[in-house]
């Protein structure tokens, strides 16, 4: 290892300290700071859902996945198995039991559930996720070191990596179609619902929709709106006939883990001056040693 490498590392490791901490409390900071009622939703009503898959047609050719046809999505035997999001899919469609149903099935739409406390964005050490003040998680290619740690984070394991491409990988999943709701649009999944499964709005209209059917169905529906207050909250809210844990959605706490995590952190690191000073130590630590190490190669030269 030469000196000017050496040199390197210990200037890295001050480097690296600084950043994560800047990161870290600025996340924090940001998702103490977003309005509420300035959240985009969408209202995922499973009952009217009927596997058609036309919102993954309409996501994959909106985002530029695949050029797969609209006949291709016509294909039913995939909801046999649940699925899960992946680098070019980012919405599927998945079937359930339901004894309520027609034909004792029932189908939901699975994506990125854009949290208003995503602990993503929370993990990330570089800042490459961010929360949008309208309610989408953005990601940021260029920043992204390839941790995949927002890919550990995630309660509902959507993030996906392309790990195909060696040279230069990518973190995936649903963008919440940001551009199109920018220009008041709908996002795409939503615009080509043939059954109003998808309803788009602020977060206060779609919980207000959503009890407004259950208390005008009250039979019709389980009591139960999920993405309501589980981590925090989500974007995306769902109803649903025989319940979510039958619909495929894990049981999870009101807390997000955003928060849980956060506090961690800022119990090990009460302010910025530690775990700076302590990699700097370790930088000059380094130098220190290189510069003994070199000393030591001249007199044996």
């Known amino acids: 290892m030469d000196k000017s490498r050496r040199k ?16 870290t409390t600025g996340q924090a900071s940001e998702r103490l700071e977003h309005n509420q009622e300035e959240l985009f939703s ?5 009952t009217a859902c009927i596997g058609c898959r036309k919102c993954e047609y309409a996501c994959n050719k909106t985002h530029e996945l695949n050029d797969n046809p609209l006949s291709f999505f ?6 046999q198995e649940r699925r899960r999001p992946e680098h070019d899919a980012f919405t599927v469609v998945n079937a359930y039991k ?9 189908y939901v739409k699975v994506q990125c559930m854009h949290c208003n406390d995503p602990a993503c964005v929370s993990a990330c050490l570089v800042g490459a996720l961010s929360k949008d003040r309208h309610g989408p998680v953005l990601y940021d290619a260029w920043k992204c070191i390839g941790c995949r740690y927002c890919m550990v984070s995630c309660p509902f394991q959507v993030p996906a990596y392309e790990y195909q491409d060696a040279v230069a990988p990518r973190v995936r999943k649903c963008n919440f179609c940001t551009e199109r709701i920018h220009n008041g649009e709908r996002p795409a999944c939503v615009e080509i619902c043939p059954n109003e ?3 788009f709005g602020t977060r206060k209209e779609m919980l207000d929709v959503a009890y407004g059917r259950m208390s005008a169905n009250p039979d019709k529906y389980d009591k139960h709106v999920y993405g309501e207050h589980e981590v925090g909250g989500t974007s995306w809210i769902y109803l649903t006939h025989a319940g979510f844990q039958a619909a495929g959605f894990p049981v999870l706490d009101v807390q997000s883990p955003a928060e849980i995590t956060e ?9 910025f001056l530690p775990p700076l000073a302590l990699y700097g130590l370790l930088g000059l630590i380094m130098h220190a040693s290189g510069q003994k190490e070199d000393s030591e190669d001249s007199k044996n030269a």
């Open 98 to 106: 339901d004894a309520r149903a027609k034909e004792g099935e029932a």
């Open 42 to 46: 969408v209202l995922v009503d499973s």
């Open 8 to 23: 390197f590392l210990s200037t890295a490791a001050v480097a690296t300290a600084s950043a994560s901490m800047l990161a």
């Open 197 to 199: 499964a998808l309803m």
């Open 74 to 79: 016509e294909d039913r035997s995939v909801l």
């Open 263 to 271: 506090n961690i952190q800022h119990g090990i690191f009460k302010s």
